[in-house]
């Protein structure tokens, strides 16, 4: 299933739009674990190897075309970013994984960060792990989908870049996706296929966001 089929009443579109058309704003960033925030509200990071276009998507959820910063280099964002949206949301921008150019102490640095993260936060409520449309899940994926798996921690994919590839290309990768997710136990069967460039997706995205942030209130 993907965002063709994944679908939203009026009111949970509704919701997720005026959520985040409300002022998001950058928090910290974090580089050891004891800087993490003391939060009260429903948080979700986002995942995915270097370049995937984790910030962009940020950027197009908050309609903001630098809250989060992308750069064309690989291996850029070098801490956990958060940002808040009012008291009702957290979001955490995570490293890059994957990028082998990145001196390898940095990099197991980052990773280490990261995994603890992702194992030890309460408020966590989902993870999101961007896959790059162009090329499906990659095997340096396949090691934080199996962490999360170990974890418990619920985690959902979200295809990026879908306007890079031809449909025939997208949808074998979708394929070959929801078979690999079928053999994870803490991942979310609804896959979300966007493109922050031309905005496909988007409003699924935050509707699938103001879901948990609604659960969470409830």
């Not at 003391?38 to 986002?46: L, Q, S």
């Amino acid at each position: 299933m993907s965002t063709e089929d994944y679908t939203f009443d009026e009111e949970e579109l509704e919701f997720g739009r005026w959520l985040f058309a409300q002022h998001a704003e950058f928090m910290l960033g974090v580089a050891q674990l004891k800087q993490l925030p003391d939060t009260r509200a429903v948080e979700i990071c986002f995942a995915g190897r270097s370049n995937v276009g984790k910030s962009s998507l940020i950027n197009a959820l908050c309609s903001r075309r630098d809250l989060a910063r992308t750069s064309s280099t690989p291996g850029r964002t070098q801490q956990l970013n958060f940002f808040k949206i009012r008291d009702q949301l957290v979001f955490c921008d995570q490293p890059g994984y994957g990028y082998a150019k990145a001196p390898v102490e940095e990099v197991r640095k980052w990773q280490e960060i990261v995994f603890a993260y992702l194992r030890g936060r309460p408020q966590l409520r989902r993870a999101f792990v961007l896959i790059d449309g162009r090329h499906g899940i990659k095997n340096t994926d396949r090691p934080v989908m199996e962490m999360l798996d170990k974890a418990a921690m619920s985690y959902q994919i979200i295809v990026t870049k879908a306007d890079k590839v031809s449909k025939t290309e997208l949808e074998k990768h979708l394929e070959n996706i929801h078979k690999e997710l079928a053999k994870h136990p803490a991942a979310h069967p609804d896959v979300l296929l966007t493109s922050s460039e031309k905005g496909t997706g988007i409003a699924e995205v935050r509707a699938t966001i103001g879901r948990l942030v609604k659960e969470f209130e409830k």
